[in-house]
């Protein structure tokens, strides 16, 4: 792509971090959609500033490395384009169409988390909300970390999102900031949404572990082809099935076609709260922590060549750890009447005119032979902690300052 056709955005972007030492950028193509490149010494990561999305996330050396742990979907991705989009995807009134042309890797989902009500789809408010099918802008960049924002015209709201390296540490830290640009206060939804696929995604070789405590299978029908049994409660990570038998949701895949959603609350007795993800052939771990008080739910959504209408086709293997606010992918109304499971709020309020800040870290490194997952992950001082299974190491993963 020539200088002449870069967005401005990308080119702030580039012109700003290409000579830098600690964090380097370039403006690039990934699966045929735009990409900002940002890379220092330990990690590859590519953001898509269509949808916001990070797409990629990587190893540049050691075991693991080049193995990206996030969900590419099987049809051909498409930028955001206002909610008009080719006929491969559901058109209106489904409010699934604009979300499911863009989304990859991790999604965010604000200003609520899951589907719209019937008034909000037929006013063109899409699946997840706004900022996942809108373009980001980026803003401000420096040697070590980048921001970049959307603006959300319907909800009348601003989301920005800073992300910060360090030069040798393959943890990233994360910060959100919402503003709420109305006079009122507001109930919300505010749910990460990083899915993950095949290779990663590996029968036999790839283990969930997160300090879930209280679950619940999703109480709805969350399609005709649910393993699980509807609205049955449950620890972590032992689910009931259908047929009476349960099924250890630390492995997955399994079986040759499923289609479920739980929710889980992160173990209230902790600071911390993250979810990991290891495959054990590859000899990788890529998690997530962050502070439970902000973020008490982890929903896990799973789809296993279930859906055949489009733009499914019945090809998709993808599990999504979605961390947030909420426990269902149900509407804003429908969490605020359910109020709170398990004595857990189900949305978070935001006041007239505030502004919420939101971090979290995201991490991924290799993992030595033996390991079969992980035991605990929190912050101490300016590192990551993670607690390996099947052997005595713990990795520390250093955080910017």
């Known amino acids: 792509m020539t200088l002449q056709r870069r967005s401005r955005s990308a080119l702030l972007l580039t012109g700003l971090l290409c000579a830098l030492p600690a964090l380097t950028s370039a403006q690039t193509n990934y699966h045929g959609r735009q990409a900002w490149k940002l890379e220092n010494k330990a990690i590859q990561l590519l953001v898509l500033p269509g949808g916001g999305h990070i797409a990629s996330l990587s190893l540049k050396s050691g075991t693991g490395k080049g193995v990206n742990p996030f969900w590419l979907p099987p049809w051909q991705s498409v930028e955001p384009s206002n909610g008009k989009i080719n006929s491969d995807f559901p058109a209106a009134p489904d409010p699934a169409g604009p979300l499911l042309a863009s989304i990859m890797g991790h999604n965010i989902c604000v200003d609520f988390f899951g589907a719209p009500s019937k008034a909000e789809a037929a006013a063109g408010i899409p699946v997840h909300g706004e900022a ?98 509807r609205g049955e ?136 032979a033996g390991t079969t997952g992980v035991s605990d992950v929190h912050v101490e001082g300016k590192s990551i902690k993670v607690q390996l299974l099947g052997v005595a190491d713990t990795l520390t993963l250093a955080l910017p300052r």
């Open 132 to 229: 996942p099918c809108l373009n980001w802008k980026a803003e401000k960049t420096t040697s070590t970390s980048v921001r970049y924002s959307v603006q959300l015209p319907k909800a009348q709201m601003k989301m920005t999102r800073n992300i910060s390296f360090t030069p040798n540490s393959s943890a990233v830290w994360i910060s959100e900031t919402l503003e709420n640009q109305t006079p009122f206060d507001r109930p919300i939804g505010w749910q990460q949404h990083p899915s993950f696929g095949p290779p990663f995604l590996e029968k036999g070789a790839t283990y969930f572990d997160m300090p879930a405590t209280k679950s619940m299978v999703y109480p709805k029908e969350f399609s005709k082809g649910m393993r699980l049994k």
């Open 233 to 368: 409660e449950f620890e972590w990570p032992q689910a009931p099935t259908a047929s009476g038998d349960t099924v250890d949701l630390r492995e997955w895949p399994k079986g040759n076609k499923s289609s479920d959603y739980t929710a889980s609350i992160i173990d209230p007795s902790r600071t911390w709260g993250y979810f990991t993800v290891v495959n054990t052939k590859k000899r990788v771990v890529v998690g997530y922590v962050w502070r439970r008080t902000d973020f008490p739910w982890v929903g896990n959504w799973e789809e296993n060549h279930f859906r055949s209408g489009k733009p499914w086709l019945g090809k998709a293997v993808v599990r999504g750890m979605e961390f947030g606010t909420t426990p269902w992918p149900d509407s804003r109304k429908d969490a605020v009447q359910q109020n709170n499971l398990f004595g857990v709020p189900t949305y978070r309020w935001i006041g007239a005119k505030e502004t919420q800040t939101i971090s979290y870290g995201l991490f991924i490194a290799s993992v030595p």
